[in-house]
């Protein structure tokens, strides 16, 4: 808490702000895809974040699709 004083003698009292928390923090990932054929396939990847709330915690997010190559 800091108290500053004007030219007036009037008091001003600045409390801290309150301490702010991470929403997420993305850590990379990584990702495989395999090929039927010359020009068609499939993918998997995936991911962690980080979430700094009360308690830490992991998720995993994956990702699926089909890759088609021109």
Known sequence: TRIYTSELGIETRVEPPEKKKTVTAMGGG?????????????????????????????????????????
Request: glycine share 10%; hydrophobic share 45%.
């Open 30 to 70: 990584l990702g495989l895809e395999y090929y039927f054929s010359d020009h068609f396939g499939a993918c998997l990847a995936g991911r962690i974040q980080y979430f700094d709330l009360d308690k830490p915690e992991t998720a995993f997010q994956t990702l699926l699709g089909l890759v088609i190559k021109f």
